[in-house]
């Protein structure tokens, strides 16, 4: 069985509170920060973070054989001011996702994700030619950069150059795993 644990972690130049505001912007539907990577639209009248809310996400690909993945998640797990996860239920991918926050002073914050996914369907057999993990660090990590842009643009201030202070992606291919030190930090709570 092909099994995916990607850690994806970088500081940005947000607040906890700047990320928790930027995501639910986009899962509303509110904002496309991410797009064109990512797309990701909460499906029911239940907002995201609350436990049970469910988001339709769908990663276009830009690889050497495009295409698009879709999956469907739903909040398992929320802790304020701390952490979210995601359990992929249906479509490409089944697993969990978890974000976490943690404040390094007071404009920046250490983001991680944890991507524990198995692939499903004709993705399965795709995933012997594309480098799936990678893949997905790709967008998260185009993800972080557009929450800073995001959220430097709602303070209305203009962003210095990228550093590339503290970004980072370890990827644990199939019958391997990567370890995710244990995480406290702040975010997640609602705006």
């Keep these: 069985m092909t099994t995916y644990d990607v850690l994806n972690e970088a500081t940005i130049a947000a607040t906890p509170a700047e990320i928790v505001v930027a995501v639910l912007e986009e899962a509303a539907g509110r904002s496309q920060w991410w797009e064109p990577s990512l797309r990701m639209r909460q499906r029911g009248d239940k907002?995201?973070?609350?436990?049970?809310?469910?988001?339709?996400?769908?990663?276009?690909?830009?690889?050497?054989?495009?295409?698009?993945?879709?999956?469907?998640?739903?909040?398992?797990?929320?802790?304020?001011d701390r952490r979210l996860v995601l359990e992929y239920f249906d479509g490409d991918f089944r697993g969990t996702e978890e974000w976490t926050l943690n404040p390094v002073d007071a404009g920046h914050t250490r983001i991680a994700t944890r991507w524990m996914t198995d692939p499903q369907g004709a993705v399965r057999l795709?995933?012997?030619?594309?480098?799936?993990?990678?893949?997905?660090?790709?967008?998260?990590?185009?993800?972080?950069?557009?929450i800073e842009r995001f959220t430097a643009t709602r303070?209305?201030?203009?962003?210095?150059?990228?550093?590339?202070?503290?970004?980072s992606a370890v990827c644990a291919f199939p019958g391997t795993r990567a370890s995710l030190p244990g995480r406290r930090g702040a975010g997640w709570s609602r705006p």
Excluded: C, N, W
């Excluded at 480098?131 to 967008?139: A, E, I, L, N, R």
């Design 47 to 80: 907002p995201l973070p609350e436990i049970g809310a469910v988001v339709d996400i769908t990663v276009s690909g830009g690889g050497r054989l495009g295409g698009s993945a879709h999956f469907v998640a739903r909040v398992t797990d929320f802790d304020p």
């Design 126 to 146: 795709l995933a012997r030619f594309v480098d799936v993990p990678g893949s997905y660090s790709k967008v998260m990590q185009e993800g972080f950069r557009a």
């Design 155 to 167: 303070r209305g201030e203009s962003l210095p150059r990228p550093s590339g202070r503290g970004a």
